[in-house]
């Protein structure tokens, strides 16, 4: 849920925005696809965004998302969306003519009523809407952990695309990603079920972290600096 590396259709998206030329600007790694590895390196293939007919512009970014949301944010405020950071909606009614959300901030823990004609439900995980009227269904095949930090001097991909996002299978259903998202700065996430990560946690989230990147060879090796 961090969404770090982008797909070539969010650059549709950057033009409607008028945000295009600032994303550019911000001189996020590029993304030309992603490179498959099996747990021991041996094995893997490319998926290359060129050669995607449906795509009208291939290249895209792997992104730090604080700089990532600032230019959207500061985006939205230009053309006349009052923001308010810091704040939290806590509940949500609805009139027959508009929604009313109770929002708190976080910064001196006050709260106020803000009358809305549409409300649009982004908080993700969260689930606003979808715990309010009970929505949320569980997918057994996606009951996944993430854990996940940022790291310096993790080698690069050899040749003319060196910041392609590297997925790389475990041999316990789980998988790893690499995504460069600055010059200096590596996030590495690995992904497991919920039932093997219980049973593989072992203190610290940071601690089951690196006892997963020991036991996978090629993620160990690209991690020994």
Same mark, same amino acid.
């Given at each position: 849920?961090?969404? *770090?590396?982008?797909?070539?259709?969010?650059?549709?998206? =950057?033009?409607?925005?008028? %945000?295009?030329?600032?994303? *550019?600007?911000?001189?996020?790694?590029?993304? #030309?696809?992603?490179?498959? =590895?099996?747990h021991?390196?041996?094995?893997?293939?490319?998926?290359?965004?060129?050669c995607v007919r449906e795509v009208t512009r291939?290249?895209?970014?792997?992104?730090?998302?604080e700089e990532f949301d600032r230019i959207l944010l500061e985006r939205a405020r230009e %053309?006349?969306? +009052?923001?308010?950071?810091?704040?939290? %909606? &806590?509940?949500?009614? =609805?009139?027959?003519?508009?929604?009313?959300?109770? %929002?708190a901030s976080r910064g001196d823990a006050g709260t106020g009523r803000v009358r809305v004609r549409a409300l649009v439900d982004a908080?993700?995980?969260?689930?606003?809407?979808?715990?309010?009227?009970?929505? /949320?269904t569980e997918e057994p095949r996606l009951a996944n952990i993430a854990i996940y930090s940022h790291y310096t001097n993790v080698p690069r991909l050899g040749g003319p695309r060196p910041d392609? &996002? /590297?997925? &790389?299978? /475990?041999?316990?259903?789980? #998988? =790893? #990603?690499?995504?460069p998202i600055s010059k200096e700065l590596t996030s590495v996430g690995v992904v497991l079920p919920k039932a093997l990560y219980r049973r593989m946690a072992n203190g610290s989230p940071e601690e089951t972290l690196n006892s997963t990147i020991?036991?996978?060879?090629?993620?160990? +090796?690209?991690? /020994? +600096?």
């Open positions: 849920h961090i969404g *770090e590396s982008l797909l070539s259709t969010a650059n549709d998206a =950057f033009a409607a925005l008028g %945000v295009t030329k600032r994303i *550019e600007a911000a001189c996020f790694p590029e993304k #030309w696809g992603a490179r498959l =590895f099996t021991d390196g041996q094995n893997g293939r490319y998926v290359d965004f060129t291939p290249q895209t970014y792997q992104v730090r998302r %053309v006349g969306v +009052e923001v308010r950071e810091a704040c939290n %909606v &806590i509940t949500c009614e =609805f009139a027959p003519d508009a929604a009313i959300l109770d %929002v908080t993700g995980r969260g689930g606003l809407i979808a715990r309010k009227f009970n929505l /949320r392609d &996002i /590297r997925l &790389i299978a /475990r041999n316990d259903a789980g #998988w =790893f #990603w690499l995504i020991s036991d996978t060879p090629i993620v160990a +090796e690209l991690m /020994r +600096e």
